[in-house]
């Protein structure tokens, strides 16, 4: 499987993007999608999962702000940025994996990653 992640930019504080991350090489709609990020200096960290019926996890960080969905049909998972904050500044990588992942935030159990986009949120 190959994920392709799209959508990062400069966006000020308080903006909204829209993460996109596209699936191919093989039928990935149950696939286990995750989202992580990582910022200069950092270690890599969750930032959302979804299963592929649509149940979905975040972090504490990003809870009431960020939205993951997926769209089966396309292959496709997103990632819905509300109100961000110059802290959410960080390449961001699309993940998956064709288990279901109860350690769903330890980013060494995903199998497949994208290349990361960058977000850049200015204050």
């Known amino acids: 499987v190959q994920l392709q992640a799209s959508g990062g930019g400069l966006v000020q504080a308080g903006g909204s993007l829209r993460l996109s991350c596209a699936a191919s090489?093989?039928?990935?709609?149950?696939?286990?999608m995750g989202w992580f990020r990582q910022a200069p200096g950092k270690e890599r960290e969750f930032v959302a999962a979804?299963?592929?019926?649509?149940?979905?996890y975040y972090a504490d960080a990003v809870k009431g702000r960020f939205t993951i969905s997926r769209d089966n049909a396309k292959n496709m998972a997103y990632l819905q940025m509300n109100s961000l904050k110059p802290e959410d500044t960080a390449v961001y990588y699309c993940?998956?994996?064709?288990?279901?992942?109860?350690?769903?935030?330890?980013?060494?159990?995903?199998?497949?990653w994208g290349q990361g986009t960058l977000v850049t949120v200015s204050s």
């Open positions: 090489g093989r039928p990935s709609s149950s696939y286990f």
């Open positions: 993940a998956a994996d064709p288990r279901f992942r109860s350690d769903y935030a330890n980013h060494a159990g995903y199998t497949y």
């Open positions: 979804i299963t592929w019926n649509g149940r979905t």
